[in-house]
């Protein structure tokens, strides 16, 4: 091991000692050059990169499933009438639609617990990919507890994953 990893391991052992800590959570950020998690209590923020492996991808969100299968991911899309089921066949779950200038304006919810709708929201984050990187906002109900089980499975089932910064609740923030 070189000087740099050994000051990296060392940070995160740090960082890692720190989570056991009594204050509540306000933000847990967490992943690897080419993709960055950011969680806190009602969302996860997720940054793909570029070249994230699509293997990446799909781990991130089987392990998010894991931990809290009431996770959604709200999509909204602009497409033709007969197209709205199509996504329906995905899995994805109809809210809302209204008829708008090029179509249909479609909100959908995708709901982690089905299988299905993750596997065709992985393939549309690869599209999306190949035009720049992507930003994905996922709901979830996730408490301190779930935060810290989330960042171990995708520390023990991704290479390189690591713990980048912890943010704590002020008092005040504690007390509204």
């Not at 959604?72 to 994805?92: L, M, P, R």
């Not at 919810?109 to 299905?116: A, D, G, L």
């Not at 993750?118 to 996730?142: P, T």
């Not at 507890?145 to 980048?164: H, P, S, T």
Request: hydrophobic share 35%; proline share 1%.
């Amino acid at each position: 091991m070189n000087e740099v990893e050994a000051m990296r391991t060392q940070k995160t052992q740090d960082m890692e000692a720190k989570i056991s800590s009594s204050q509540s959570l306000s933000s847990f950020e967490m992943g690897r050059n080419d993709v960055n998690i950011v969680c806190t209590y009602g969302k996860i923020a997720v940054w793909f990169g570029r070249k994230v492996p699509d293997y990446i991808i799909a781990q991130v969100l089987i392990e998010i499933s894991k931990i809290d299968q009431s996770a959604v991911h709200e999509f909204e899309t602009i497409c033709n009438f007969d197209d709205i089921t199509e996504y329906e066949s995905k899995g994805y779950i109809l809210v809302s639609y209204g008829k708008t200038a090029g179509g249909y304006r479609v909100n959908y919810s995708i709901p982690f617990s089905n299988k299905k709708a993750l596997f065709h929201m992985s393939k549309f984050v690869l599209e999306e990919l190949k035009k720049g990187d992507v930003r994905q906002d996922f709901y979830w109900n996730g408490s301190d507890c779930d935060i810290q089980r989330l960042y171990q499975e995708l520390k023990n089932n991704i290479d390189n994953w690591e713990l980048k910064c912890i943010n704590y609740k002020t008092e005040s923030q504690t007390n509204r």
